[in-house]
Each structure stands twice: as C-alpha cells, then as structure tokens.
C-alpha cells in the first residue's frame, strides 16, 4: 500500500517564475491538504481539497493556488516565486467521515523548493 | 492564532533517559497530536488523544492533556538513538470536521548513544 508520495523531490526556480508541485494521497483517501514548512518553524496551513473543491484556507496570498483530480491527486501552483517561498512543502491526506474526524494526517516526504 | 508551541526548543538526552516535551495552545480543540519528522523530511503521525481523554499510551510513548491549562506534554520512555527528531504537537479547531491542523515549531530531541 503506498503511503503520500510528492514529486519532486527538489527544485531550484527563480525570482518571479512559477512551480508546479504534485501530491498523491495514500490509498482510500479523498482529502488533500498542504503545508508550507520554513526552515526551523513548524508546518504552515495552506489550504484544503475535498471533492475537487477548495474546503479551507490559510494566510497565504493568491499567488498559491491548487488543484484536486477526480482521483484525489493534487497540485500546488505558485507563482511569481518570492525569495520567502523558499521551504520544504508537504502534502498530507486523509479521509472525511462524518462527525467528529479522527483528522489523522498521512505526510508525504515533501517537496524542498529554493528560490534564487 | 491557535498554533501550539512546543517547550523546549531542544532537548538532549542519553540514550535509556527518558525525554519529555511540552505543548501549549490557545483555543479549544477536539483532538491533540504528536507527530515527529527526521531530519527535514514527511511527519509521522505518533499519537492522537482526545479532548475528552487525559492520558494515552502507546509502546513508549506516554501523552497527557490538560484542556484547562490547554497543554500537553509527551513522554518517550528509554529513549534511542533512532529517537532523534523533531517533534511537533498539533491542534485543530473545536467543533471543526474540516482538518485543519496547526502546528508549533517543534522540540529537537538529540538522543546520543
């Protein structure tokens, strides 16, 4: 059973151009979330995926945008890429149930994204 | 903001010690995490404990909640070297279904042989 996987790996852009990162959910997932993870701090919210629909969102500028795939596969767009945007980020699936969720996040290992 | 905030920032230990770690929070929640990263990499999920619930085991870890205090604290009993990481507690938004996960900066465990 695969877990979270992101691609890619790394990515050197610079100043002002655009980036496409990408994130499939574990199997029997529907939710995607991301994160933006500076170095030293903690994950940051971005926003939220379900039903190919933006749920929630986080204090981030238009700049990030994002996509969910009838298959649950996701994109992260960024673009007119800031020196500040340079961090590791994380994709994170889980499932939506009714009620109270369990809100257990699976992480992928990350996309780490340096801007020059 | 609702971000938690880990104590301390780093923690150094020998291996067999056992480490503690603490998280503070702001506003009320449904449910409580831990999860550990190495070395910049994924987060792995370690533990979940409800709002309602105080205390909560598994294998060597040991977390307690206190929601009038709003804090935490996660114990890893007889610590390896394997243990070495970041951990970060995470909060979400009470009565929110929507996942939203807020995190703190982390406490760095260095656990030497």
């Known amino acids: 059973d695969a877990g979270v996987t992101q691609s890619p790996t790394h990515l050197i852009k610079t100043r002002g151009q655009q980036v496409t990162l990408r994130c499939s959910p574990k199997s029997g997932h529907d939710t995607v979330s991301w994160y933006q993870q500076a170095l030293g701090q903690g994950p940051q919210f971005i926003f939220q995926y379900y039903e190919e629909e933006e749920r929630q969102r986080g204090n981030f500028p238009d700049r990030f945008s994002g996509h969910q795939f009838p298959n649950y596969s996701s994109e992260l767009n960024v673009n007119a890429l800031l020196l500040g945007d340079s961090a590791l980020y994380l994709c994170?699936?889980?499932?939506?149930?009714?009620?109270?969720?369990?809100?257990?996040?699976?992480f992928g290992a990350g996309t780490r994204l340096s801007v020059l | 903001s609702q971000q938690g905030e880990e104590d301390p920032q780093a923690l150094s230990i020998q291996e067999g010690e056992n480490a503690t770690m603490n998280c503070s929070y702001k506003t009320s929640i449904n449910n409580l995490q831990w999860y550990r990263q190495n070395s910049g990499r994924g987060l792995v999920h370690l533990i979940l404990i409800r709002s309602n619930e105080r205390e909560k085991h598994s294998g060597r870890l040991r977390v307690t909640l206190d929601t009038s205090k709003k804090s935490s604290s996660l114990l890893i009993t007889a610590s390896r070297a394997a243990d070495t990481a970041s951990y970060f507690c995470a909060t979400d938004d009470r009565g929110s279904t929507l996942g939203r996960l807020y995190f703190g900066r982390g406490t760095q465990l260095t656990v030497w042989p």
């Open positions: 994170a699936s889980s499932y939506w149930t009714s009620g109270l969720a369990k809100n257990i996040q699976y």
